[in-house]
């Protein structure tokens, strides 16, 4: 019981704290939709994924949606290949940086991707693959 205690205490210290990694297109190991892929161990685990952010108002991360690989409708699952494409030549084009300071309720990092003055958050968005994230409302039944 005391190590268990242990662990989550060091996973909740790690995750006060910011990381920000230089990666080579080698640490990527599967880019699994247009807005989140996984890299080799970057952590206590074998591999991380992280979920591709963007930086609004020049301090606080916004991810980017695109559209589910597994959606209903075949126009969606269109545009979902044709963003995961885009993320995995962006990604494979050279080294990048992952900047993160959290995580999210599925455990991947919620990181800031960038190559230079390139991001691959604002060019999912650029392009037309991606929009901002908007947590959908809960809707509570009226009594």
């Not at 591999?47 to 589910?68: M, S």
């Amino acid at each position: 019981m005391e190590l268990a205690q242990s662990m989550v205490r060091a996973a909740l210290v790690f995750s006060l704290f910011c990381t920000t990694l230089q990666l080579d297109p080698s640490w990527v190991l599967r880019v699994i939709d247009g807005d989140t892929f996984l890299i080799r161990n970057a952590g206590i685990t074998n591999t991380e994924g992280v979920r591709v952010c963007q930086t609004v108002d020049g301090r606080k991360a916004v991810c980017v949606n695109t559209p589910e690989s597994d959606a209903d409708s075949p126009d969606e699952r269109l545009q979902a290949a044709a963003a995961t494409v885009f993320a995995e030549e962006w990604l494979m084009a050279g080294p990048f940086t992952l900047a993160a300071c959290q995580r999210d309720s599925f455990g991947r990092l919620l990181g800031v991707v960038t190559r230079g003055e390139s991001n691959l958050g604002q060019s999912l968005l650029d392009s037309g693959h991606a929009v901002l994230y908007k947590r959908k409302q809960k809707i509570t039944p009226s009594p």
